[in-house]
């Protein structure tokens, strides 16, 4: 296309078709050079932060990681120490990581499922009030979660009491059993934009088809399973890989519902924890925020088109 | 150093995954079975019923009641124990330190939308159409993966200060000793300290506008372009005569949304300076007087605010993005 086009430029005026040239292959060197120095800042300190990790202690304390390339040193200690050491000062980021993991699991799964429930609900089974509670549903996309964490926290740790009469316990719960409540608030979160997504999506599959089904006297249990299941699959991957970034990398839920010990804070919380008190212990702060960011940056890399379809979609949670 | 990891300490953790999987199995195939059962002739209520009920159970408990909570609490005391009307809100627009955490919202507000889609906009149009077109986009987006806190460190190592006589480990400061500068303490230092933090988000959110940017301007038509370069448009011309005005809805995308979420930021101010130094945000602050100060009127009325905020941003994009499906 391109080479058409000048070509006829030059044809109609060669002397101004030299000198468009000209400019163009300045901006178009002046446009790659913008390019490269984007490329450069949006890569550098990441990688500045990786090789940092993989440094002994006492070098990434006393000179910058560029200087490596003069003295190249490389350990695993610092992720050894990181992940392994049971000593309360340095990370035990590995009971963190798998805190990270069992919250992140079921709070994928569990909207996952309920999402789909309610969004097949409105959008194939028809009764009367159905569109008031979709836009029930879809209005509650705009409460931040913040408008939610005081009240939802009490009522874990209260239980709810309506004019001082205990109308429900409070969970009570104790080390492990605190994932649950993790899960719920997760849950309860993502629901109105994974229903909102999957309704989206659902209600685009052509009548027919359903209509067809259940002439054939299949049940909406049957429909839902063999029919829309398999249809929507590249909704519910989208929608499973944006809520699983989404928890991965909360600090804000996991904070305020699994407390910051190790028996259930998830490696965010952790995180944010070493930053603060060990703003200094580069050596754990390195290689711990680096386990942290390699398991979604594996997931971007190996799903891209899912990844960017579902942050597309999902932009407006919270 | 002690290195003998405990295992058998995390299996209560792995025993609750998987009393957690197994009670997904159990509420998915208990819906399942009793949606079976329900006869199809039946009213679709009771189908409907079976469907919706986890979902509508759950947002009761987990956002509408407690939403309607939280605005109570914004007009009680500080335990909750009684009502003092406005002075919750009295205290945010009036007292210093709260009005500082407005203030910085604003400057967030102001700033990041604008230099994302920026930046976007400009890496976009400069990759567009090249060889390295892919791998150029999948570099800027990779901090998308990234979480919020993750980033934070990455750029509290960038920002790193000794002292002038001994070698800098942070990139910034080096690069200002080698123009012969003295390093800075820049995140202790308001009010410049809140850009450093903006230039956080910005380096995250950057990918995500490229990313809309690019496939709307994929989306122009081919022939607009090329009737704009016979008629001789110089590229800066084709940028803000054809392109930009082509793609004025993908800008708008990316800026609203890039609006509430700036709104929202926490995890960024809480991990790289604690919201000290004059930087907290209406989020950050809210976590703070809730559940460090136990000051949950205060907090609440922080909540009742952003949800102020945030709702006429939200309620437009969901019509744009209705309009864009139609």
Known sequence: ?318 | MNLDFDFAAEQPKLVQLLLGIVAFCAVVALLLLLLDRAPMRQRARLHAAILLAPALILLAIGLVVPAVRTTMLSFMSGDGAAWVGLDNYIWMFTQPEAVTVLRNTLIWLALVPILVTSVGLLYAVVVDRTRFESIAKSLVFLPMAISFVGAGIIWKFVYAYRPEESDQIGLLNQIVVALGGTPQQWLLEPPLNTLFLIVVMVWIQAGFATVVLSAAIKGIPAEIIEAAKLDGASPVQMFFRVTLPSIRSAVVVVLVTQSIGTLKLFDIVRTMTGGQFDTSVIANEMYNQAFRYGETGKGAALAVFLFVLVTPIVVYQIRQRREAVR
């Not at chain 1, 009971?95 to 919250?103: A, E, G, Q, Y």
């Not at chain 1, 009240?151 to 649950?180: C, K, N, Y």
């Not at chain 1, 990398?249 to 930053?275: H, K, S, W, Y």
């Open chain 1, 1 to 318: 296309m391109t080479t058409v086009s000048s070509t006829v430029t030059v044809t109609q005026s060669g002397a101004r078709g030299a000198a468009q040239r000209v400019r163009q292959s300045l901006t178009s060197r002046t446009a790659g050079i913008v390019a490269i120095v984007i490329a450069l800042l949006w890569t550098t300190p990441t990688f500045g932060l990786f090789l940092s990790s993989l440094r002994p202690e006492d070098q990434i304390k006393t000179t910058g990681w560029w200087t490596f390339f003069a003295d190249p040193q490389l350990t695993l200690e610092n992720y050894r120490q990181v992940l392994f050491s049971t000593s309360s000062s340095s990370g035990q980021m590995a009971s963190f990581l798998i805190n990270s993991i069992v919250i992140t699991i079921p709070s994928v799964l569990f909207p996952l499922a309920f999402a789909a429930f309610a969004a097949y609900a409105l959008a194939w089974v028809p009764f009367r009030g159905r569109n008031l509670i979709y836009i029930g549903i879809f209005a509650l996309q705009v409460v931040p979660l913040q408008m939610a964490l005081v009240p939802l926290l009490s009522f874990f740790s209260e239980g709810v009491s309506v004019f001082g009469t205990q109308i429900m316990p409070a969970w009570e719960l104790e080390g492990a059993s605190r994932f649950a409540q993790v899960w719920f608030a997760h849950t309860c979160f993502a629901l109105p934009l994974g229903v909102f997504l999957l309704h989206n999506f659902m209600s685009e599959l052509p009548g027919e088809l359903i209509e067809a089904a259940r002439v054939d006297g299949a049940t909406h249990g049957v429909i839902f399973r063999r029919l829309i299941l398999p249809l929507v699959a590249p909704a519910l991957a989208a929608f499973g890989i944006f809520q699983f970034l989404w928890v991965w990398n909360d600090l804000l839920v996991g904070l305020i519902f699994a407390g910051g010990t190790a028996e259930t804070a998830p490696m965010t919380v952790r995180l944010a924890q070493m930053a603060g008190t060990k703003g200094n212990e580069w050596q754990r702060l390195t290689a711990g925020a680096f386990v942290s960011v390699i398991v979604p940056l594996i997931v971007f890399l190996s799903m891209q088109r899912y990844f960017v379809r579902g942050l597309l979609a999902g932009s407006v949670k919270g």
